[in-house]
């Protein structure tokens, strides 16, 4: 199709520097979608090294003026966005007009920017939800309800999501809501391998028990109770070593966890035991160097993007039993899941894999296989399509 006749879809993403999952999945999202048929531009409020990701695939993106949409009471961060909000919805309702834009999607909970654009402009639109938001319920209540109430569709990353955010008084999930899986694409996010050997990058025996988590430094994330883990795996096996791979979220006071985790390992005699890589993006290397890997997240993990990266490198994975984990992770067949933030629990569960190397070497191999089924990119991305159209056949 040339360009006019091809449907042209607006992705608003009030985006920051903390980058996360989610942004990486947009992108995978917009250069795979079918460029015959659709014509993916961004919205964005920042650029960052992502953004340069879309430049790369020759993606039309638009930066603007826009206040990302915070659980903050802060007076002056609510003047700014009561400043700016309407002239956000007006700048994106000019691309809508001027890109001829038939479809709109928002990329979180919090970007509805696009969706009041598109009810005003009376085009088609959607958001794509990534996120659980546990407390304060009032404000979950809010902001699920107005959500719901301003699209066309909700799309949600699990059914973990759907349950958890868009269920009905008696348990059931409302309608109009879709879930669709993220895939895994290492090598689109740069998270392919770089040749390295880790082992030998940080000095560990080569005989050493290996695990590892992997994410941003919060507290949301949960390192400290993979630290605490670590302290009672490391009794059973004294040879241990942790990976903990990440780099530290900035703002809002969040840089003191890391040096609340590292004052942890040494009240907890395991400094020797634990490393801290800081952020590494040959985490396929990484992958492949552990024996087991762990999700540490204490909160709903809505999909873990990093779960299916260690089982599409056939890791044995230990995850919290939430979120959107046990859609990924078989228990006790690709992996075990415990107790979220039961640091002893997830302990046991090491130990298990530990004390069982085949079992854990079979749970890796079945792990690519799920993988290969449930997260194909090929079937999710011809999803996504469908569910475009019957959006824009639906409006």
Same mark, same amino acid.
């Given at each position: 199709m040339s360009d006019k006749k091809r449907i042209n879809v607006l992705y608003v993403h009030a985006n920051h520097s903390d980058i996360g999952g989610g942004d990486y999945c947009l992108f995978k999202l917009a250069a795979e979608l079918d460029k015959n048929v659709f014509n993916p531009i961004m919205c964005f409020s920042e650029r960052t090294e992502v953004v340069d990701l879309y430049e790369k695939e020759g993606i039309k993106f638009y930066l603007i003026d826009m206040v990302r949409i915070q659980k903050s009471l802060n007076p002056l961060y609510l003047i700014k966005l009561g400043l700016k909000f309407l002239p956000t919805v007006w700048r994106i309702r000019k691309i809508i007009r001027k890109e001829q834009v038939s479809i709109i999607h928002g990329n979180d909970l919090l970007d509805i920017y696009g969706s009041i654009a598109g009810n005003i402009e009376h085009v088609p639109h959607t958001q794509y939800i990534r996120q659980i938001l546990v407390s304060p319920k009032w404000l979950k209540t809010f902001l699920t309800k107005m959500v719901y109430a301003i699209n066309d569709k909700?799309?949600?990353?699990?059914? *973990?999501?759907?349950?958890?955010?868009?269920?009905?008084?008696?348990?059931?999930?409302?309608?109009?809501?879709?879930?669709?899986?993220?895939?895994?694409?290492?090598?689109?996010? +740069?998270?392919?391998?770089?040749?390295?050997?880790?082992?030998?990058?940080?000095?560990?025996? %080569?005989?050493?028990?290996?695990?590892?988590?992997?994410?941003?430094?919060?507290?949301?994330?949960? %390192?400290?109770?993979?630290?605490?883990?670590?302290?009672?795996?490391?009794?059973?096996?004294?040879?241990?070593?942790?990976?903990?791979?990440?780099?530290?979220?900035? +703002?809002?006071?969040?840089?003191?966890?890391?040096?609340?985790? %590292?004052?942890? @390992?040494?009240?907890?005699? !395991?400094?020797?035991?634990?490393?801290? @890589? *800081?952020?590494?993006?040959? !985490?396929?290397?990484?992958?492949?160097?552990?024996?087991?890997?762990?999700?540490?997240?204490? @909160?709903?993990?809505?999909?873990?993007?990093?779960?299916?990266?260690?089982?599409?490198?056939?890791? #044995?994975?230990?995850? &919290?039993?939430?979120? +959107?984990?046990? /859609? /990924?992770?078989?228990?006790?067949?690709?992996?075990?899941?415990?107790? &979220?933030?039961?640091?002893?629990?997830?302990?046991?569960?090491?130990? %298990?894999?530990?004390?069982? #190397?085949?079992?854990?070497?079979?749970?890796?191999?079945?792990?690519?296989?799920?993988? /290969?089924?449930i997260f194909s990119k090929t079937v999710l991305c011809k999803q996504m399509e469908d569910f475009y159209l019957d959006l824009m056949e639906g409006r």
């Open positions: 909700v799309l949600t990353v699990s059914d *973990g999501v759907a349950k958890a955010m868009f269920s009905s008084s008696d348990g059931e999930v409302l309608p109009n809501i879709v879930t669709c899986y993220d895939w895994v694409d290492m090598s689109k996010v +740069g998270h392919s391998r770089a040749g390295k050997n880790i082992r030998d990058f940080y000095r560990i025996d %080569q005989n050493a028990p290996l695990i590892g988590c992997v994410g941003r430094i919060e507290r949301w994330k949960g %390192q400290d109770v993979f630290i605490r883990a670590a302290a009672i795996v490391i009794k059973e096996f004294p040879n241990a070593h942790f990976l903990v791979v990440g780099d530290v979220v900035r +703002g809002r006071g969040r840089e003191a966890f890391l040096d609340e985790l %590292q004052d942890t @390992t040494k009240k907890l005699g !395991i400094i020797n035991n634990v490393t801290f @890589t *800081g952020r590494r993006s040959d !985490i396929a290397d990484v992958m492949l160097t552990l024996d087991v890997f762990v999700h540490s997240s204490v @909160t709903p993990d809505p999909l873990p993007g990093v779960v299916m990266e260690a089982m599409y490198c056939e890791r #044995p994975v230990v995850g &919290a039993n939430a979120g +959107g984990v046990p /859609e /990924e992770v078989n228990d006790g067949v690709t992996g075990l899941l415990y107790h &979220a933030g039961n640091h002893e629990d997830m302990a046991e569960r090491i130990c %298990q894999l530990l004390h069982n #190397p085949d079992m854990a070497k079979h749970m890796g191999i079945k792990g690519k296989k799920r993988v /290969e089924n």
